[in-house]
């Protein structure tokens, strides 16, 4: 079966620096994508990873390993509205996108 | 404000009652998606309709009816629903179903339903 797993949640200290990890288990793969939802919102596009490598925007990055089934978001300089949760979802060979249960990031001051 | 828009945005009905919920996006996409979001469960894929065709219909029990009557607007008919129905309904919408990074998916608020 097809399988997102990422942790349920992490907390975190405002100004530092957390990595949320993701890996997958698909029928085929045409990227990677995360998303940021905040509670009681819609969920927000943040980044899409399709080859190996880090993808820099602003203070967030996302890196991804095909071989590994592995990818991680890398938020920097941690805002209070930083908390959300985190969903990384993987687009399978049917190009149906496979969504992992979210992890939810506490930020603390 | 991401373009796509939901109502109801709350719902209670009971188990006999006939409701819709309605979607509309004015992003001039042409690939639409209604998604269940239980607590701390992945989202699931209910329907995908691209350029009003059904494309994906993720074995959904037929109480759950869509409509796509053009590219802007999606319906879900709801009918004699069960307790476990109780989630967030989800309506997306992209440029089309292909894998790109133009494609990603603009969520709209969704619609937070209650069976009794």
């Known amino acids: 079966g097809q399988n997102i797993d990422q942790p349920t949640e992490m907390t975190a200290t405002e100004g530092a620096i957390v990595q949320i990890n993701c890996t997958y288990q698909t029928s085929g793969f045409n990227g990677l994508f995360w998303y940021q939802q905040h509670a009681g919102e819609a969920p927000t596009f943040l980044s899409y990873n399709v080859l190996d490598g880090l993808e820099e925007k602003g203070r967030f990055s996302s890196f991804l390993s095909r071989s590994k089934g592995y990818s991680y978001l890398l938020l920097k300089e941690l805002q209070m509205k930083d908390s959300a949760s985190y969903l990384c979802a993987v687009m399978d060979s049917n190009y149906q996108l496979i969504w992992g249960a979210g992890t939810k990031l506490i930020i603390k001051p | 404000e991401t373009g796509v828009t939901q109502t109801p945005r709350h719902l209670v009905m009971g188990m006999t009652n006939k409701k819709s919920l309605k979607c509309e996006q004015h992003l001039g996409h042409n690939a639409m998606y209604w998604y269940k979001q239980s607590a701390k469960k992945p989202l699931e894929l209910m329907f995908v309709y691209n350029f009003k065709e059904q494309t994906e219909n993720n074995s959904v029990p037929s109480r759950f009816s869509p409509e796509c009557p053009n590219s802007s607007h999606l319906f879900l008919h709801l009918h004699t629903l069960q307790p476990e129905d109780s989630a967030l309904y989800l309506c997306?919408?992209?440029?089309?179903?292909?894998?790109?990074?133009?494609?990603?998916?603009?969520f709209g608020p969704g619609t937070r339903l209650t069976v009794l």
């Open positions: 997306a919408s992209s440029q089309d179903e292909g894998g790109a990074s133009y494609n990603e998916q603009f």
